[in-house]
């Protein structure tokens, strides 16, 4: 329940916040790849468990998911893998409904709760949705925070619905699209931080086609930070392990501080 | 209720029932989409409901299914297949519309409503190819860009097809994640409409997805089982069918049958699902039958998951049933009660493929084969012996003849 609380405390001493997206089960060293994002200066991690429709997701993460399902994920596994994670960062898991539901809220909430996991952000699951079948009072009850999407098509009157009933951060889709890398920031992206600061005093974070340290650094001259999935995702099926990761995190790093 | 619109000869029945608050039939239903595509579906739900209440509307609609895709299409006595079957056996006759099955009445109610709401451009999410084909149509008729996601699996054995849409000036974009069969081309549909949404409708083929697409295509689609109806109440001296059939993939034409006699107490309402290899072997797409409630595409029903809530392989000869779920409202009509739900295997469709066509010449399509399939088995049996069913014929075999010859070699 310290995600919120966590990124408050670090936008109010002026850092710009930085969340990367890591496929959880995407082969043995994914807890090491964990590490040394937080290592890097990731102030919480997004945790994937691998989903086989991710309809809001692109090739990338696509094919990440389903790499890590075909080594034998199961969201169990990744909620106990990440249990033994030891890192400052608060950790959010990214998954579908389905998931959750076919769990049940309950047990689910409580995997993560005991797992040390501090939020879910489930995002086939709308606000009026996410209220109709309780899935929030269930994640409150167990401490577990509920990040909620808000796009360039979300009218008004549901952001201020979205506003009222996100906890944790909340998560700015900087572009009409699926997540995957761009080659240069939307347009969308900067009315989309301007809207949504305007509209909350929660923590927002722009998020989707954000792949480059420059990206990252002007998305968040928009807002209070970034979360960036696919670029980082591209290196790990590349072959790549902690020690890409820590220097593509570390850039990311570096650029939002500059 | 606005009268019946009569234009070309196509009757329209009144408007059937929405679904209750927040989309939902019984438990199922509703609206499990990313946040993007909220407005839109918002903005096609109020449309929809405006236009069908529009006698403008509805009688364009009804000169299109007149004039363009040949409606109303006839209910055919199979006296041949009767005798043999020992049931009295009405064929309502979809194979018979412009393309060839009853996808076309979905897409010309879509298209129009694409127009209305100033969209230029649709998208569409096809299995068999038949829905791609007659969005493609609809496209070339409006003269809107037109995409279609196919499964690479389903490219590769229903290529002409593929060539069809070509022709009709769509682009076809094969999907080759997943299981590249129909449930990851609605997947890639789902997401290039994310990205495309303020310009681009999409026209889903079923009554499947987020609300307001199981109402909607039921609602177009009802104009089966209204002609039916009265079409049957005229060859059976004004009686209705005891058993009214249609095979299930996502459920659309036998959605639009069930519409016309789910008042009919006395009248049996029957889906057949794809059985593939077996419903014990696995390799099926029987989601009544063997699947568990889900949310998937937009929408809670039922699913064929794993024991972690992963969505599973369908498998079926047909390509149109090749789907691991099924519309909410046939989920509801299973819960309830007021429908049944059976399956045909893939051996079983084959068979029905060369009887009907070998008793009666007409060569179905695959999906309604299993219909015909399951009736074979199951006259004597769930079915006594002169019964009066209607089965509904929701395509013609043409893209399937090379299929089964390869199948049957040498007859």
């Known amino acids: ?258 | 209720m606005n009268p019946p619109v009569r234009g070309g000869g196509v009757i329209l029945g009144p408007q059937g029932p929405e679904p209750s608050e927040a989309g939902r039939f019984g438990e199922f239903g509703g609206r499990f989409v990313p946040e993007t595509l909220i407005a839109a579906l918002e903005e096609l739900e109020n449309e929809f409901r405006a236009a069908w209440h529009d006698d403008a509307f509805r009688s364009e609609f009804s000169d299109l299914l007149g004039s363009y895709a040949g409606r109303p299409t006839p209910v055919t006595e199979c006296h041949r297949l009767s005798d043999k079957l020992g049931v009295r056996v009405l064929l309502k006759r979809e194979d018979l519309t412009h393309t060839g099955s009853h996808k076309i009445n979905n897409v010309l109610g879509q298209a129009l409503l694409t127009r209305r709401m100033g969209k230029g451009r649709v998208i569409a999410e096809t299995g068999a190819g038949q829905h791609g084909v007659a969005t493609a149509t609809a496209a070339a008729l409006f003269g809107l860009e037109c995409t279609v996601f196919m499964g690479a699996v389903d490219v590769e054995r229903q290529a002409l097809n593929v060539w069809r849409m070509r022709l009709l000036g769509a682009e076809v974009i094969p999907v080759t994640s997943g299981s590249a069969t129909l449930k990851d081309a609605v997947n890639d549909a789902m997401r290039e409409w994310v990205a495309s949404v303020e310009t681009t409708h999409y026209c889903l083929g079923s009554v499947m997805g987020p609300h307001p697409f199981p109402w909607m295509v039921r609602e177009f689609q009802r104009v089966v089982g209204d002609e039916a109806r009265e079409q049957c109440r005229s060859i059976l001296d004004g009686g209705d069918p005891d058993y009214v059939v249609a095979c299930i993939g996502g459920g659309s034409n036998a959605m639009g049958t069930f519409a016309g006699f789910v008042d009919l107490k006395d009248t049996a309402l029957v889906g057949v699902e794809a059985a593939g290899l077996g419903l014990e072997t696995g390799k099926h797409g029987a989601a009544v039958n063997r699947g568990v409630p889900g949310y998937v595409h937009g929408m809670r029903s039922l699913f064929l998951q794993d024991e972690h809530g992963q969505v599973l392989e369908a498998h079926s000869i047909s390509a149109g049933l090749d789907y691991p779920g099924i519309g909410p409202e046939h989920a509801a009509l299973a819960a309830s009660g007021r429908a049944r739900y059976e399956s045909a295997t893939d051996d079983e469709a084959v068979s029905g493929f060369v009887l009907l066509s070998s008793t009666e010449g007409i060569v179905p399509a695959l999906e309604p084969a299993h219909a015909i399939g399951w009736l074979e088995r199951a006259v004597g049996d769930t079915i006594p012996s002169g019964s009066t069913v209607l089965v509904t014929l929701s395509g013609r075999g043409d893209k399937d003849a090379a299929q089964i010859a390869e199948r049957l070699g040498s007859l």
């Open chain 1, 1 to 258: 329940m310290h995600l919120e609380s966590t990124l408050r405390a670090s936008r109010d001493t002026g850092r710009k916040l930085l969340v990367p997206y890591v496929t959880g089960g995407l082969g043995k060293d994914w807890l090491d790849v964990v590490r040394a994002c937080s290592d890097a200066g990731a102030d919480a991690i997004e945790i994937g468990i691998p989903f086989s429709d991710p309809v809001m997701d692109g090739v990338t993460i696509q094919e990440a998911s389903q790499r890590s399902l075909d080594i034998g994920a199961t969201p169990e596994s990744v909620i106990a893998q990440a249990s033994e994670l030891d890192i400052a960062a608060p950790i959010a898991v990214m998954t579908y409904y389905n998931i959750v539901a076919h769990m049940g809220h309950a047990r689910f909430a409580s995997l993560l709760a005991n797992a040390g996991i501090d939020a879910a952000i489930l995002p086939d699951l709308p606000v009026d949705e996410m209220k109709r079948g309780g899935w929030d009072a269930t994640a409150r009850s167990h401490g577990v925070e509920c990040v909620l999407l808000a796009s360039p098509t979300t009218t008004d009157a549901r952001l201020v619905e979205i506003c009222a009933a996100a906890s944790g951060f909340l998560y700015a889709v900087s572009l009409l699209g699926v997540t995957g890398e761009r080659k240069g920031l939307a347009n969308t992206a900067a009315s989309m931080g301007a809207r949504l600061k305007a509209a909350t005093d929660i923590p927002v974070l722009l998020g989707v086609g954000i792949s480059t340290p420059e990206q990252a650094a002007e998305a968040s001259s928009h807002c209070d930070g970034v979360v960036v999935g696919s670029a980082l995702v591209r290196r790990l099926l590349q072959s790549g392990g902690p020690i890409e990761a820590h220097k593509f995190v570390a850039s990311l790093r570096a650029a939002l501080d500059a």
